[in-house]
């Protein structure tokens, strides 16, 4: 029966592997195939091979975390509880990645294993009160840095960047596969400077998938780990293959949402954010933290696009009391490549509304199922180990 219980548990966790696979790769490379620089079957190989190395390196310090030190006893980790606890983080992602929204695997798979510690008085409330310490300043630290850059070196970096997002034809990068050894092929008519560019944006989606995986898979994989029946190195092998799965299957839906509909996020603001919050991502999973890409990720949006709106004035204007016009559509103020005016004299009506930036429709959507995916997760898991017997709770 145990083993048999052990089957299921490890079936279940390549489910919440699959559906992490879905959630995780549209953040990732949505800008990279949302401007037709490669296709989606590229973008998924790219993720399923970063996110394991991002999960067989830095991975094994948040899987322990959540596999030994969020609750005071392992020994609830049975494998009852270990189904129970898997089914709805992958039934809350399978959710939102069924809504084509890319909810945050990290939120979900703490508000599950936290459930369960709740509902057996096990919860070790000083290591969830740090996890929930640091998912607050983290978002502001990436809000700070954002609007740090888009200040004073969006614009420099902006006019380094010329890659037009949608390009007529096939993508930027593809694979020749006519040769015995596939080589790489580029857009017809693209010059060096397009060919850098597209090279920095998926590099910036491979570095998100690396730090994809070093936080991620403790979410599918911590559970059965705290068990002890099954070592490290096995679990993130079955884990990233279940990614992987996900990743070239039903990761085409976020990819679509991130990459097309949510919003018109110029490429130069997409590398920057991406940047910040895989930076934090990583730094977090080196200590152990569970940490959330897309909350990150969307104040540094914020952040980024107030700190580029805030060009228009000056520190000694905003001494002498005159206004700073805020816009996160600022953003799109300028093409890739195009060269910005200086601090101060930039015209306010310049600046775009945010409402020219994201579909709202989709954002709405997508804001919305943010929330309602990790509550699914903590609530039902709370209410089936605090009064359903059936699991020896």
């Not at 094994?60 to 980790?77: H, S, Y």
């Amino acid at each position: 029966m145990s083993e048999l219980l052990l089957v299921v548990g490890l079936l279940v966790a390549a489910f919440v592997g699959y559906n992490i696979g879905g959630a995780t790769t549209g953040p990732a490379f949505g800008p990279a195939v949302g401007a037709n620089v490669i296709t989606k079957l590229m973008a998924a190989a790219l993720m399923a091979v970063f996110f394991f190395l991002g999960a067989i390196t830095i991975g094994p310090n948040v899987v322990d975390t959540l596999g030994e030190e969020l609750v005071t006893d392992t020994a609830i980790f049975t494998m009852r509880s270990n189904v129970a606890v898997l089914f709805f983080i992958g039934g809350a992602l399978f959710v939102g990645n069924y809504a084509g929204v890319p909810a945050s695997t990290s939120m979900t798979a703490v508000g599950a294993i936290a459930a369960l510690g709740l509902a057996t008085g096990e919860l070790d409330f000083a290591v969830l009160g740090e996890i929930v310490v640091w998912w607050i300043v983290a978002p502001i630290i990436g809000f700070w840095v954002a609007g740090v850059v888009g200040r004073y070196f969006y614009p420099r970096i902006n006019e380094r960047i010329a890659i037009e997002g949608n390009r007529e034809g096939r993508e930027m990068i593809t694979l020749d596969r006519s040769r015995t050894v596939p080589r790489l092929q580029f857009g017809e008519g693209a010059n060096r400077r397009e060919i850098t560019g597209a090279f920095v944006v998926v590099g910036i989606g491979c570095l998100m998938g690396f730090s994809s995986g070093t936080s991620n898979i403790a979410n599918a994989i911590a559970p059965i780990y705290g068990t002890g029946d099954v070592d490290m190195i096995p679990l993130i092998l079955i884990g990233s293959a279940a990614v992987a799965v996900g990743c070239f299957t039903i990761a085409r839906r976020t990819l679509d949402t991130l990459g097309n509909d949510i919003t018109n996020l110029p490429l130069t603001a997409a590398i920057v954010v991406a940047v910040i919050s895989s930076t934090i991502v990583v730094g977090l999973s080196w200590i152990g933290i569970p940490a959330s890409f897309v909350v990150i990720a969307t104040m540094s949006i914020i952040g980024l696009g107030w700190g580029r709106a805030s060009r228009t004035t000056t520190i000694s204007d905003a001494r002498e009391g005159e206004e700073t016009h805020v816009s996160v559509g600022a953003l799109a103020a300028e093409e890739e490549g195009e060269q910005s005016p200086e601090i101060g004299e930039e015209n306010p009506e310049d600046i775009p509304k945010a409402s020219d930036l994201f579909d709202p429709s989709t954002t709405a959507r997508v804001i919305l199922m943010q929330n309602v995916v990790p509550i699914i997760s903590t609530v039902g898991a709370y209410l089936t180990f605090r009064f359903i017997p059936v699991f020896g709770l």
